[in-house]
DNA sequence: TGACGGTGAGACGAAATGCGTCTTAGTGTC
DNA sequence: GACACTAAGACGCATTTCGTCTCACCGTCA
């Protein structure tokens, strides 16, 4: 099992429960879901998994998200290389954001089989934790080119921009779109967080 | 909603509630379903699902099984017209049984996520009324060409043999495919129901 | 109109399930 | 041998689910 020659580097207890955590609410959705489910997945007793996230499925759960949503822009950093200039590097950001999120078969089946929890973890409950993780992937990459301050605002703007055209596509602009997301951000973005060059 | 000029027969509230038990099954998994669940699903009061079913879940179960497995062999029979020699006939019944099997999603889908619960249905507690079902739709047919007594022996073998190489598949036999599954019954049924025709 | 069957809503107690904490015993490490 | 960590599972409590029951409502038909 845990091969020590092997190439993963034996994830931890929590990284188990985590994994586990995912293969149930794939299973069963996370309306159906126990901490003896999770527990059983994983291979681990009820009290470890409470010593590990104290608080129970709440705490649990919340650590899920947060590690989905690092995966998630850790995936789209990757797609940030090399690039030198604000424009490309936010309609990169928006164009690869809008793929990942189209193409994650995951979300999709929440989506479907539960809309309330799912649209609740995009919006009211989870939008704030979804700002706050961007901004700690993207501040680095956006803070070259506008001041800190102002690189939270914009991280902010794109991610609520992001998700708001993912969950309710428009007629008029296709944030999944090179093209059209190139003309949403010179139009409605970068006018506000860079004046000075608005009229360039 | 239920307009009149619909195509559709307008569905029995036993039917709408069987539809319902379908959706939750496919969305939770048998294992994670309630009583309100499937009444909600299908808009439809608790009360009014005892009335319809007495005894509840295991019953509401049973007849959920009864009616997939007619709609199986309902479409297993479509393929199986214009057909008049017994081999040819029992060609064509595993074949297409083993490709419906085998391009079942509902049922691939439980495989995975329940093994224990989907293997039950197909073995020890399912493979009787899998054999009797298979018996009233199969019979009509088969009873042409061997004596009714004999016809449900046929009947329940070639059932347990599907279902056997479809759990289990084989190196040396492919009963989804045509030319295999000749030359399995030429040499494993015909022999053993048609003795008369075995040197032939 | 009034009887009647079918239904939704929901109350009810009983049973089952899930939760969170705790104790115990086992295991590997230092 | 002390120690940290864990699985197993018992315990009491809260919640959910079950199965039955009553009642009000609605459409149908006499």
């Known amino acids: 099992m845990t091969s020590p020659a092997s190439a993963a580097p034996a994830p931890s207890v929590e990284e188990r429960v ?3 955590a995912k293969v149930c609410i794939e299973r069963w959705g996370m309306a159906k879901i126990t901490i003896d489910d999770i527990a059983n997945e994983a291979g681990v007793s009820r009290a470890t998994l409470y ?7 709440d705490v649990l759960f919340e650590a899920f998200r947060v590690r989905e949503l690092e995966d998630f822009f850790t995936r789209l950093a990757s797609h940030l290389d090399h690039i030198d200039d ?15 999120l189209r193409s994650d078969q995951h979300l999709a089946g ?8 799912a649209l609740t973890s995009l919006t009211v409950d989870g939008l704030p934790r979804i700002i706050r ?8 990459l956006v803070g070259e080119y506008v001041p ?9 703007f794109l991610a ?8 309710a596509p428009s007629d008029h602009v296709d944030l999944g779109d090179a093209e059209s997301a190139r003309s949403f951000i010179a139009t409605f973005v970068l006018p506000a967080f860079q004046p000075s060059l608005a009229s360039s």
Not at 95 to 100: G, I, L, R, W, Y
């Open 148 to 156: 800190r301050r102002e690189a939270s605002r914009l991280v902010e």
């Open 86 to 100: 604000l424009e490309d590097l936010l309609v990169r950001v928006v164009v690869s954001a809008t793929e990942e």
């Open 110 to 117: 929440m989506l479907a089989s539960e809309p309330g929890e």
């Open 133 to 140: 993780i961007a901004t700690v992937f993207l501040i680095p």
């Open 160 to 167: 609520r921009m992001v998700i708001s055209f993912f969950l």
């Open 18 to 20: 985590l994994d586990a």
């Open 51 to 57: 010593r590990l996230f104290p608080g129970g499925k």
